[in-house]
């Protein structure tokens, strides 16, 4: 079990290579995106973490272009599913067609087949075509007319959704977005970013970055993410803040009246691998309490669901989440 001085020395070595080559992916995508590295920070730690993240902002901000260029930088298949509330699960899933030639029916995989997918405005879409989706995200397969299909691996959904427009779309019931593993938001840039922007796509079109990393040195990065070291402390604080979402009071903290119901387990678990995928991205080899305290709000913010009382005063997850990382004790 890992946990010696020798053993940690041995992968902070290669958490710093692994750093250097994410560094890479880092300074390819700023020739394209201008700003937001949190937010490419945080896409990145999702894919490290082998898990899905929904990207939310207004309409504008590049949310589309960061997940392409990222699909550019990773040398992975990309598809962009535009969601709209007509599309049918065998738009994006496939379906069986007959082959007068060969007088036999044959499978056409539809774009759910790549290994980057773009879910683009994901609530506009019916509530059949979201389940053919979440069979996709948890599963990695597809089950077209009786026949399942793994998909490719890497296998990523970025999922966006426009906070401001309601009618019209499906709110993405609670088990869907649960298996989302970080919910970004994504602000607008600063005015020195918008006079950048400016300067970048009013002139010639950048292109696409070359490739950094490749298929199969995503799915060893994933590999390693998975054996960075967790001392039981860090492990149990993890626990302690997604517990606190469930049970405040134990906590000493206040807020039975605003939680409906806390985070599940499933929210414990994407804390402590987002949390090893951000030490990675720092070139350590084992989890610091402050990396779980950096991924908490994008873990949390969509699986504390508040009572209709704390809505109603305008209160946020956020808000939730804050007063929980105040409270309980740092190891």
Do not use: W
């Amino acid at each position: 079990m890992a946990g010696t001085d020798t053993e940690i020395s041995a992968l902070n070595r290669q958490a710093r290579e692994h750093a250097a080559a994410l560094d890479e992916v880092r300074s390819s995508m700023g020739t394209v995106i201008v700003g937001q590295q949190a937010v490419v920070d945080q896409v990145l730690t999702a894919v490290l973490a082998g898990g899905h993240a929904l990207l939310e902002g207004v309409p504008g901000i590049a949310k589309t272009l960061t997940i392409s260029t990222l699909a550019h930088c990773l040398d992975c298949t990309f598809a962009r599913l535009q969601f709209t509330p007509d599309l049918l699960p065998a738009d994006i899933t496939g379906t069986r067609i007959y082959d007068r030639h060969s007088a036999a029916f044959r499978t056409i995989q539809g774009p759910i087949f790549h290994q980057i997918i773009l879910a683009d405005e994901v609530n506009r879409a019916p509530p059949k075509v979201q389940s053919a989706l979440l069979e996709a995200m948890q599963e990695r397969q597809v089950t077209i007319q009786g026949e399942t299909y793994p998909l490719p691996r890497p296998f990523f959904v970025l999922a966006t959704q426009n906070p401001l427009e309601s009618e019209g779309t499906y709110p993405l019931p609670e088990a869907q977005l649960d298996r989302f593993m970080l919910k970004i938001q994504m602000d607008y840039p600063s005015l020195d970013e918008e006079v950048a922007i400016l300067d970048r796509f009013t002139a010639d079109q950048p292109d696409p970055p070359a490739p950094v990393l490749d298929a199969a040195n995503v799915a060893s990065l994933q590999s390693f993410v998975r054996s960075v070291y967790v001392d039981p402390g860090v492990k149990r604080y993890a626990a302690q803040l997604v517990d606190a979402t469930r049970h405040p009071a134990a906590y000493g903290l206040d807020l039975g009246p605003m939680i409906a119901f806390g985070a599940s387990p499933r929210a414990s678990l994407a804390l402590l691998l987002c949390g090893k995928a951000h030490a990675v991205l720092a070139g350590r080899g084992y989890v610091a309490p402050d990396d779980i305290r950096a991924l908490a709000p994008a873990v949390l913010r969509h699986r504390v669901l508040l009572t209709f009382e704390a809505e109603a005063d305008d209160i946020f997850p956020e808000e939730v989440v804050r007063e929980i990382l105040a409270v309980v004790e740092v190891p």
